[in-house]
């Protein structure tokens, strides 16, 4: 079974009592008003996933101007107002979706598998450098349009790094966290590649124009 790529960014929204209705209309204007800076990339690289036709990549053109939805689950099998594990998701263009809690964003997106993230390739085996920074400008908008600055790469499936997925706090605990049980985070994505399962890496972003 692979290691899925877990993307968490920090956020400054205020989800202390609020309704499901009061979060939406805190987070959904935001989205909607975000206008993604590499819309390019982001089109290309979904139309490459799905090897879209040409009509196809006409329709996913047009996804720019589709709103952000909230995934509103139905309430007999779970209540954001009445649960004490409060989350919300939304769809958007590009088949993009987060996920928002009061401590984090989780981005589905970059669609990748841990290891694969730090060591991205072509298919011809060069480095996929500027593939990644893409990926990371994206990251790096949304987290910036909640009031964020930073995202942590983790694994799912049992990795070292899993356990950190479900800390109850914010990323900046978590951050802090990690850095007194695993040590420094590693400077570079290569480290992470050529090290050991519980190198880590936190992304500031500061390399990328």
Do not use: C
């Not at 040409?54 to 139905?74: F, G, M, S, V, Y």
């Not at 060591?119 to 060069?126: E, P, R, S, V």
């Not at 990251?139 to 109850?168: C, K, M, S």
Request: hydrophobic share 35%.
């Amino acid at each position: 079974m692979g290691v899925d790529l877990i993307s968490l960014l920090n956020h400054r929204i205020p989800f202390e009592g609020k309704t499901l209705a009061e979060i939406i209309a805190i987070i959904q204007p935001k989205l909607d008003a975000m206008e993604l800076d590499n819309q390019g990339f982001l089109l290309e690289y979904t139309s490459d996933w799905y090897k879209a036709s040409p009509q196809q990549r006409i329709a996913l053109a047009k996804a720019k101007a589709t709103r952000w939805q909230p995934l509103i689950e139905d309430p007999r099998y779970y209540d954001f107002d009445t649960s004490d594990s409060k989350t919300i998701d939304f769809d958007g263009p590009y088949d993009l979706r987060l996920s928002f809690d009061p401590y984090t964003i989780l981005s589905f997106s970059p669609p990748y598998r841990y290891r694969q993230w730090f060591g991205l390739q072509h298919a011809d085996g060069t480095e996929a450098t500027a593939v990644r920074n893409e990926w990371r400008r994206y990251l790096r908008q949304v987290a910036r349009t909640f009031g964020g600055d930073r995202a942590i790469y983790l694994a799912d499936n049992a990795h070292p790094l899993t356990t950190y997925w479900y800390e109850d706090k914010a990323l900046e605990e978590v951050e802090q966290q990690m850095r007194a049980e695993l040590g420094e985070p590693k400077k570079t994505f290569r480290e992470v590649y050529e090290g050991e399962n519980t190198d880590y890496f936190v992304d500031y972003f500061s390399d990328i124009p």
